[in-house]
C-alpha cells in the first residue's frame, strides 16, 4: 500500500463519510491505483484510513443543522533507518441546508508532501529530495424527496504537474418500510498528466465509473450492505517518474463490498465488520478484512480500536528487484519481448495490517472533537495465498488525525 500524491481525491473530504472526515482515496482500489507521483514509495495512508461507515436502511433525511468540520493529518512512513515521506492535510467541510428538501455541502483541502523520490523499487534517490502541494475541493447539491434523494456533484485538484476534473451523479431511494435502500452512482473523471522536468509530457487519462449498493436493515440490531462499483479508464497510466514503467492505456477496475454492522444491546456497544474483494485488467487481485469495536465510555467519550488485514497478488507485469542491488535498474527481457513492464512496489505482491484507535469526545449537544492514531506495516512475504514480491525492504508508517465538528 503505498502513498500516491497525485491521485483524484486523495484528501478530499468524502461525501459517503460523515462531514469533514478526509475521504483519504478510493478505499482499497487506491492501494492497486498506481498514479503519477514523484514520492510514490510510501504507504497510502488513505486506504487505511477510511472507516466501514454505517449506512441507514432508508434514503438519507434532509439536515436540519448546518455543519463546519475540520480535519488535520500528520503522515510520516519510513523503512529500517530511513525516513521517506512526510505528509500534512488540512481539510474544511461544510454542511449548509437549503429550505426543507435541499442541501449543499462543499470541502477543501491542501495537502503537502515532502520527502525523497523512490527509483527502483524501494531505492531512494537522495538528490531526488522535495516538497509538493496539492489543492483540491468538491461540491455537491442533495434534493431529498419522500424516500429518495438526488445528488450531483463536482471535483477538482489541482498541482504542478497533475490536474483532475470530475462530474458525479447518485440516486438513493428506500421500500415503504424503510428497512432497504438502494443506491445508483455514476462518475465521469478527466486527468491531466506532466511530469517536472519533462516539458513534452502532455498526457490525459479518461475514466467512468458505476456503481450500485443495497443496505438491509436484517434485524433490529443487525444492518448488511453489498456494494459493486465499475471503473473504465482510458488513456496514460504509466509512471513518469518511474524507468522502466509501460502499462496498457487501458484499466478495468472491479470492487466488491460486503459490510455487516451488529449493535450489541446489553453493553450499548457496535461491532462493524468488512469484506472488500478487487480486481483489475493488470492482474491485480486483492483482498481486505476490517473489524471496529465502537465502546461507549460514559455519555461523552467513545473508544473504536480497529484492524485491518490486506493481501495483493502482484500485477502481471511486474518486475521484481534483484535482491542487494535496488539501486539499479531491475535485469529487462529482451527488446520487443516485454509490451508492459514495471518496477512499481505499488504493483508487487505484499500483505499488510494496520492498527487504529480513534477517540470521540461529545463536548456539547453542538461540538465534536475526535483523534484517530494508526500503525500499518507491510511485507513480501506476508501475501496470503501466494508467494509475495521478494527483494523489498520492509515498510511502515504511522499517522494522527485530529479534527472537529461543530453544528449550527
Not at 63 to 77: I, M, V
Not at 121 to 129: D, E, L, N, V
Request: net charge positive; charged share 20%.
Amino acid at each position: 500500500m503505498v502513498w500516491n500524491k497525485n491521485s483524484r481525491n486523495t484528501f478530499t473530504p468524502a461525501k459517503k463519510t460523515p462531514p469533514g472526515v478526509p475521504a483519504l482515496a478510493e478505499v482499497a482500489v487506491a492501494v492497486t491505483e498506481p498514479r503519477q507521483a514523484k514520492m510514490a514509495g510510501s504507504v497510502l495512508a488513505a486506504a487505511m484510513l477510511l472507516p466501514a461507515i454505517a449506512t441507514p436502511a432508508h434514503a438519507q433525511q434532509a439536515p436540519e443543522h448546518a455543519q463546519l468540520s475540520f480535519k488535520l493529518l500528520e503522515y510520516q512512513d519510513y523503512q529500517p533507518n530511513f525516513e521517506r515521506t512526510h505528509v500534512r492535510a488540512p481539510s474544511l467541510a461544510l454542511v449548509l441546508p437549503v429550505g426543507e428538501r435541499w442541501a449543499i455541502d462543499a470541502s477543501a483541502v491542501q495537502d503537502s508532501v515532502s520527502g525523497a523520490s523512490p527509483r527502483y523499487h524501494t531505492a531512494i534517490s537522495g538528490a531526488s529530495k522535495q516538497t509538493e502541494m496539492r489543492r483540491a475541493g468538491d461540491i455537491r447539491v442533495t434534493y431529498y424527496g419522500t424516500r429518495s434523494t438526488w445528488a450531483l456533484g463536482g471535483a477538482l485538484s489541482n498541482e504542478n504537474d497533475y490536474r483532475s476534473r470530475s462530474l458525479s451523479l447518485e440516486h438513493r431511494w428506500s421500500t415503504e418500510d424503510n428497512n432497504r435502500s438502494y443506491r445508483l452512482g455514476a462518475a465521469l473523471t478527466r486527468d491531466k498528466i506532466g511530469a517536472t522536468g519533462n516539458p513534452t509530457l502532455d498526457e490525459e487519462r479518461n475514466t467512468t465509473e458505476l456503481s450500485a449498493g443495497i443496505t438491509q436493515a436484517w434485524t433490529a440490531l443487525d444492518l448488511v450492505q453489498l456494494s459493486l462499483s465499475l471503473r473504465h479508464g482510458t488513456g496514460y497510466f504509466s509512471d513518469p517518474y518511474k524507468f522502466p514503467d509501460v502499462r496498457p492505456r487501458t484499466r478495468q477496475q472491479n470492487m466488491l463490498m460486503l459490510q455487516w454492522n451488529h449493535f450489541f444491546e446489553p453493553t450499548q456497544t457496535t461491532l462493524k465488520t468488512s469484506y472488500r474483494w478487487y480486481g483489475d485488467s493488470f492482474g491485480v487481485r486483492a483482498h481486505t478484512f476490517e473489524g471496529q469495536w465502537v465502546q461507549p465510555m460514559g455519555k461523552r467519550f467513545t473508544l473504536t480500536p480497529s484492524l485491518r488485514l490486506y493481501t495483493q497478488r502482484a500485477a502481471s507485469f511486474y518486475v521484481d528487484p534483484v535482491p542487494g542491488s535496488e539501486e539499479l535498474p531491475p535485469p529487462l527481457p529482451p527488446p520487443g519481448a516485454w509490451p508492459y513492464i514495471s518496477a512499481d512496489q505499488r504493483l508487487s505482491g505484499f500483505g499488510a495490517y494496520a492498527l487504529a484507535l480513534k477517540v470521540e469526545w461529545q463536548v456539547s449537544a453542538t461540538l465534536l472533537l475526535d483523534l484517530r492514531m494508526e500503525h500499518y506495516a507491510q511485507r513480501g512475504d506476508w501475501r496470503v495465498g501466494g508467494e509475495g514480491s521478494p527483494g523489498l525492504a520492509p515498510f511502515a508508517a504511522r499517522h494522527w488525525m485530529l479534527g472537529f465538528n461543530y453544528r449550527f
